[in-house]
C-alpha cells in the first residue's frame, strides 16, 4: 500500500496540479503531503491517462524549477506568500 492510497481525492487533485505547476519543487509536494518525488511519479502515472503523463515527465525532466538542488541559492522558498 503506497502513501497515496491514503490520500483524499481532493489532496490527489492538488498534489497533480502542484506537480504540473513550473515553479512548485517536488520538495514542496513532499513537505504538504508526505510523497517523495518518486511517489508523486507514481501517482501522476496512475491519475493521469498515458499519453497526459508522458507529456508531463517530458516536461518536468531535469527542469531546474522542480528541483530544489538544480536551484538557484537565492530562490529559498517554496510556497507563495499569498498561497495559504
Known amino acids: 500500500m503506497s502513501k497515496a492510497d491514503n490520500l483524499s481525492k481532493a489532496d490527489k487533485s492538488r498534489i497533480v496540479e502542484m506537480a504540473w505547476e ?3 519543487p517536488f520538495d514542496a ?3 504538504q503531503f508526505g510523497l517523495n518525488e518518486d ?4 501517482l501522476m502515472r496512475s491519475e493521469m491517462k498515458r499519453s497526459s503523463f508522458k507529456m508531463w515527465r ?3 525532466t531535469g527542469r531546474n524549477t522542480k528541483h530544489r ?3 538557484r541559492d537565492s530562490v529559498n522558498r517554496f510556497l507563495s ?3 495559504y
Open 69 to 71: 538542488k538544480k536551484r
Open 29 to 31: 509536494i513532499e513537505f
Open 22 to 24: 513550473d515553479r512548485t
Open 81 to 83: 506568500p499569498k498561497k
Open 39 to 42: 511517489e508523486t511519479i507514481e
Open 58 to 60: 517530458k516536461r518536468v
